[in-house]
């Protein structure tokens, strides 16, 4: 058997920490850096407030029917670290992800990301601030509007005072930490969920199930893929029993229960 050339060794390497397919990841090795970062803070701030709206958004998924915690639940099933960041969304992640980023008001306190706007395309949609932007694979015009509509039963649901002007400028601790975190978010894929969240000086990383800490700590200090902030890890052990059944049951409108980028039919939700 023939040798793997070094560009497809990288490329199989890097698709472990990204989840991309070979025609994503080879042309980026052969073209750059093999996993580049973020190069400006507002785009480092953005990346890390998407990664903690996905860990947010995934304790969503979780709830929907069926209601599982045993089976994996993350937003993001692919990053294209590059220039422009690109994120392809696992099924019905949309509407919870833009439920936790886009701006709002709620109980008195400004949620979101102060000053993010969209800005619709053919198959994807790009959210951005003035100065730093991600874009949302595969999401078309369609798939754009049954996510806000989920944002708006939300809305109503929560209480949500206002959406004009709204959401927090605050800013995030250590962002350079949260962004290369999310160029590297594939690295759990096996976990039944992340979380992470910026304590101190240094990020805080846990997941039950999936990798074990020594294999994430050796794939963090890869001199090529990896990176050398500071994050702490824990892992879990995974869940055994599964939620209750009541949570099963929870009147969900029912064309949020199906895929907002790749639904399925008999899930309930109309493709649009």
């Known amino acids: 058997m023939a040798r793997l050339s070094i560009t497809d060794q990288l490329a199989d390497l890097r ?17 750059g850096e093999p996993l580049p970062g973020a190069t400006s803070e507002a785009q480092r701030q953005l ?9 947010a958004a995934a304790s969503m998924l979780q709830l929907m029917p069926p209601a599982s915690i045993i089976k994996p639940a993350h937003a993001f099933r692919t990053v294209e670290p590059g220039e422009t960041l690109k994120l392809h969304l696992n099924d019905r992640a949309l509407g919870p992800l833009l439920f936790e980023l886009l701006p709002r008001t709620e109980a ?26 991600v874009v949302l694979v595969g999401v078309d ?3 754009w509007d049954l996510g806000m509509r989920y944002v708006r039963w939300m809305h109503e649901f929560r209480g949500v005072e206002h959406t004009d002007g709204g959401g927090s400028d605050e800013q995030t601790p250590e962002a350079a930490t949260g962004s290369a975190l999310l160029r ?9 969920w ?5 304590l101190g000086t240094a990020w805080f990383v846990e997941w039950p199930g999936g990798p074990q800490e020594d294999e994430i700590r ?15 890890l824990r892992r879990a052990e995974a869940p055994t029993q599964d939620v209750d059944r009541a949570m ?13 980028t790749a639904g399925e039919p008999d899930q309930g939700s109309a493709r649009r």
């Open 15 to 31: 698709r472990t920490y990204t989840g991309e397919n070979l025609s994503q990841a080879v042309p980026a090795v052969r073209d």
């Open 47 to 55: 990346e890390a407030k998407v990664l903690l709206a996905g860990c």
């Open 108 to 133: 008195g306190y400004g949620m979101g990301v102060a000053g993010l706007a969209h800005r619709q395309y053919r198959r994807s949609a790009e959210l951005t601030t003035s100065d730093a932007g």
């Open 141 to 143: 015009e369609n798939a």
């Open 184 to 192: 590297r978010v594939h690295l759990w894929h096996d976990a039944s």
């Open 194 to 198: 992340l979380r992470a969240l910026p």
């Open 218 to 232: 050796q794939k963090l200090a890869h001199p090529t893929f990896g990176t050398s902030l500071e994050i702490t």
């Open 248 to 260: 099963r049951t929870y009147p969900w409108p029912e064309e949020f229960v199906s895929a907002v």
